[in-house]
């Protein structure tokens, strides 16, 4: 029975991180975007650009990385917790590698949000922000 359980609990857990992966497979909009982020920055004529190609081409999907491990990390502690019911030391293990894990999902999450706050509250995302004038 408990074979059963974790054979389910691994067949889940892999469909849950496999199903996007597939769903996402044959979007053609991801791969224009992916095309056009990398022809975009072989012609980089000041820094502004070459900043944006940095962020696009590294740091957003070092990013989406980020999130990913935090999630596999979350999700193997859970693993840990199930699987090892009987043993209070794994057990402990599990639960802190699953409360590390949602503290840094909780962490990026509300930096992302507060990334994107700032930057659409002072219309930074579009190039020059505007200043405001007295009259």
Known sequence: MKKAKYLFLVVFLGLIVVMPIIGLADDSDTQDMFTSTASGCSSIT???KF??????VI???????LFAVAIVYFLYGVLIYVRKGGDEDDRRAG????IYGIIAIAVMVSVYGLVNLVTNTFNLGTGQPTVPKMN
């Open 46 to 48: 000041d820094f502004s």
């Open 51 to 56: 900043v944006g190609c940095i962020q696009s």
């Open 59 to 65: 740091l957003q999907p070092l990013i989406y990385l």
């Open 95 to 98: 639960r802190e590698m699953m």
